[in-house]
């Protein structure tokens, strides 16, 4: 599925994936051995392998020539008929070593995107009549395929009239920005500015398909190969040798630039994750699920990277450290803002364990911050997150905390071993998760410590970017009962391991022909529930704006299903007096909080908002369509306005660092800034501050 966002730069909506027309006339030999190794190790390999049959065949036809035209601005109908021909054909294909499928997709979409060179260079250079009444609906799921190339330069004229629609409409607010500041000013005339609408329209086209020309057979065929391994799940993705390099910067962690995660999206640069400590998270603006339409280098003009391959937009975004980047974002609302982010490299520190000590009607409770569940196996005296979390709890315990609240938002997992023993630190001794490779029965993790690091009250926050071994720890203290889960309806969903594959152990080429990410096994909870596409639903369900969009493995093409094996032998925690209470007086706060029913109004527009596909063409209503949206967002403008009477301190040990360190000063400041102005750790602090242990008399071990 295309995702649709209607308030998008609308050049995005009509570029697919093209390159220049190049008639295929001899097949790389690697590309055969690539082929029939990525068959072999797929099928003998992937945790749930799929028969290699007439209906794959049409799954991967249909995802290959999505991929290359997910708009549907490319290919004529007459294409898609003599492709049908290879409909079922392509799983013999793959047996065979045969890409005639691929070669003629490739060929005729070469022609097309070579053609369509000629039509915007056309249908730019006459003036658009913005009076006209007329609409574009971006719904390209429900779109056919244009009958003939007159039909086709019709949609290509629509599209290239929003494009320019919307650059027409920031040219007209910027001339009377300039004629409030300055009376004298003489705005210039409309026809000037759709002239100057147009010129930046065809500079943006003429720098698309330049980018697009760089690209090669090779790269398309990557495309192809992804069509075929993701039809066994979404996380079984080939990397090219170039895209493989990236990949294995990234699981190094080296970080640097802004601090943000990146991943391509159709032709958007999209925002997957922030990093903990990096500028972006620093400066508070950039969102995961934010995409990133312009790069701008301080006060230069901006570069627009829709469509750009990742790795190049990346470069544009990286740089110095000091140096201003300027982001031009669409939020998840359909608004779109510049931020500014200065690049830094990121403070490692920043991505450890952190705490706060928490004053609540003069009673002290703690938090702790986990960005990620890490541990390098390569250094053995490295810093890991089960000491790091065993160390801040006993330093929380010199505090004299009543509760522990543990922020899991935004973590998007890390480590199963550190999953496994700190959930450990909160249980006498027992299973944790149960893991499942292909063909065998679920192994048992346990965490087999008896020692209890804390046996007082707990609450776990979560979101839905809570993922992967956020969900195992999550999901055990809830099993167990040892924990009230709080936060998002449910986390991401992500149940599944992957293991990268280096391809050129399987032939003796003189060139790499890259690798491949391959799911092997799935996570399932002690109560034998899989944690795919379920993932963990909250106890205690918190609106937030992110809780009626797509977001989530469950909205993935494709995922792997939810099943279940046998439950662990376990028992259930018990030593709460009210455990059960305190969610249901909570479900109640938050039903009768008008904080809370503000944001649930907000997320179910913002709902509305992602499923209106319709674009008016005319400048009045398409500028009433937009000043209809931006006055509805303002109705939500409070919800950034809430505060507490809650206090938010350093514990005593980082006390003296904090005064030798005027950075980590200023971090710390503004971290608990935000918490102090965060509903969601206000909820978790009204239900940790209820909770009651039984006396000791009563205690149970689990």
Excluded: C
């Amino acid at each position: 599925m295309i995702r649709k966002f209607k308030f998008l730069v609308p050049i995005i909506l009509i570029i697919g994936f093209s390159t220049s027309f190049k008639k295929v006339n001899n097949t790389d030999p690697k590309d055969k051995v690539l082929i029939t190794i990525l068959n072999y190790v797929l099928t003998q390999w992937h945790y749930h392998p799929q028969d290699i049959n007439d209906s794959f065949s049409e799954n991967v036809y249909t995802k290959f020539i999505d991929n290359l035209d997910p708009t549907k601005r490319y290919f004529l109908q007459a294409d898609i008929d003599e492709f049908s021909k290879y409909k079922k054909d392509i799983d013999d294909q793959i047996k065979k070593e045969d890409l005639s499928f691929f070669n003629l997709v490739f060929e005729r979409f070469s022609q097309r995107t070579e053609e369509s060179k000629a039509y915007y260079k056309e249908i730019l250079n006459s003036r658009f009549n913005f009076n006209i009444e007329d609409t574009l609906n971006v719904d390209y799921d429900a779109k056919q395929y244009a009958k003939n190339k007159n039909e086709l330069i019709l949609n290509w004229k629509k599209q290239l009239k929003f494009s320019a629609l919307s650059k027409l409409y920031d040219k007209i607010n910027d001339e009377n920005d300039k004629f409030e500041k300055d009376s004298s000013y003489h705005k210039k005339s409309i026809e000037t500015l759709e002239a100057e609408a147009r010129k930046s329209t065809l500079e943006n086209m003429d720098e698309y398909f330049m980018r697009l020309d760089e690209l090669n057979e090779s790269d398309w065929f990557s495309t192809y190969i992804n069509s075929i391994s993701e039809e066994f799940d979404p996380h079984t993705n080939y990397y090219d040798p170039d895209a493989k390099k990236g990949f294995d910067q990234d699981i190094s962690g080296k970080l640097e630039g802004i601090g943000a995660r990146l991943q391509k999206k159709n032709d958007y640069t999209k925002v997957s994750e922030l990093v903990s400590g990096g500028p972006a998270w620093k400066q508070g603006e950039l969102e995961a699920e934010d995409l990133i339409l312009k790069v701008g280098q301080g006060d230069e003009e901006p570069v627009n990277i829709v469509g750009m391959r990742l790795s190049d937009a990346i470069q544009y975004i990286k740089g110095k450290k000091g140096t201003e980047v300027k982001l031009t974002v669409k939020k998840v609302d359909g608004t779109t803002k510049v931020i500014s982010i200065i690049r830094d490299v990121v403070e490692l520190e920043e991505t450890f364990v952190k705490s706060s000590v928490v004053k609540k009607d003069n009673r002290t409770f703690g938090l702790i911050h986990l960005p990620k569940f890490y541990i390098d196996f390569d250094e053995k005296n490295y810093r890991n997150s089960t000491t790091d979390m065993a160390q801040e709890i006993e330093r929380l315990k010199k505090e004299n905390v009543e509760g522990l609240i543990i922020d899991l938002r935004n973590n998007g997992g890390g480590s199963l071993q550190t999953a496994v023993e700190i959930s450990g630190l909160f249980i006498d001794k027992g299973p944790v998760v149960q893991v499942k490779s292909r063909d065998k029965n679920a192994d048992v993790l346990k965490d087999v410590d008896s020692k209890i690091q804390w046996d007082g009250p707990l609450v776990i926050l979560v979101n839905e970017f809570s993922a992967s071994a956020s969900e195992i720890f999550a999901a055990a203290m809830q099993d167990y009962k040892r924990a009230v889960i709080i936060g998002g309806k449910q986390t991401y969903g992500k149940g599944t391991v992957q293991r990268v594959l280096d391809l050129n152990r399987y032939h003796n080429l003189k060139e790499d022909i890259g690798a491949l990410k391959m799911t092997v096994q799935k996570f399932y909870r002690i109560n034998g529930g899989s944690t795919q596409l379920e993932g963990v639903h909250s106890d205690i369900v918190l609106p937030d704006r992110f809780m009626y969009l797509e977001i989530g493995e469950r909205d993935l093409t494709n995922p792997l299903a939810y099943d279940k094996v046998p439950e662990a032998n376990y028992s259930l925690w018990n030593n709460y007096e009210n455990f059960d209470s305190a969610i249901n007086n909570s479900k109640k706060r938050v039903a009768n909080n008008n904080n809370f029913k503000l944001i649930n109004d907000n997320a179910k527009w913002l709902k509305d908002t992602q499923d209106d596909t319709l674009i008016y063409l005319s400048l009045d209503a398409y500028k009433k369509d937009l000043e209809n949206n931006k006055n509805e967002s303002i109705k939500y403008k409070s919800i950034s306005d809430f505060t507490t009477n809650l206090t938010f301190n350093s514990p005593q040990y980082e006390l003296s660092k904090i005064e030798a360190d005027k950075d980590l000063a200023d971090k710390r400041t503004a971290w608990h800034k935000n918490l102090k102005k965060d509903i969601y750790v206000d909820e978790a602090l009204n239900v940790l501050s209820e909770l009651k242990i039984k006396s000791k008399n009563h205690l149970v071990k689990n």
